[in-house]
């Protein structure tokens, strides 16, 4: 292992940390920079015993779309959601839907969860690693299948792609 790599264990997380800092501080002082690198290096070594396994990133543009997806889906589940509550109550169809969990990584299991309850109209309940299943609460589901489905194609066969599982 190279001595970058054991100083910057998460080179990305580090960078975010520092970008997150200097915006947060509103200051790019010398001052302010060396302190937010300072975190960068030592934040990630303190919890890399923490941290779970992660996976490989394999495809960075690609987790670029991606987000770049999530968030016109945000945008357009808002305006959803809103119409919908702001329209009879009788109208909702609320289900509970099981999806079949091709992807076996932890982290990126949370994150096709993080990212099902990020849409509004859609919350993840339910993590369950061992069988291979989300259980996700849907406010408005007309078919169950179709919303297994596009869960499924639009979010875990990306997240797939992405990185190495």
């Avoid at 809103?82 to 099981?98: D, M, N, Q, Y």
């Amino acid at each position: 292992m190279s001595l970058l790599a054991r100083v910057f264990p998460f080179p990305l997380f580090s960078v975010a940390l520092i970008l997150a800092w200097l915006l947060l501080q509103g200051d790019a002082s010398l001052g302010n920079v060396l302190l937010a690198v300072a975190l960068a290096i030592a934040l990630p070594l303190s919890a890399r015993g923490m941290l779970p396994d992660l996976p490989t990133l394999r495809h960075p543009l690609a987790l670029a779309r991606y987000l770049l997806l999530v968030l016109g889906d945000i945008l357009v589940a808002n305006v959803r959601v809103a119409r919908l509550t702001l329209g009879p109550i009788s109208r909702l169809r609320p289900r509970i839907v099981e999806v079949p969990l091709d992807v076996e990584q932890p982290v990126v299991v949370a994150m096709l969860a993080m990212t099902i309850t990020l849409t509004p109209g859609t919350v993840s309940i339910v993590i369950d690693l061992p069988g291979k299943r989300l259980l996700v609460h849907g406010l408005d589901v007309d078919d169950p299948r179709a919303l297994v489905a596009e869960i499924k194609e639009r979010y875990e066969r990306r997240l797939k792609e992405i990185f190495e599982c």
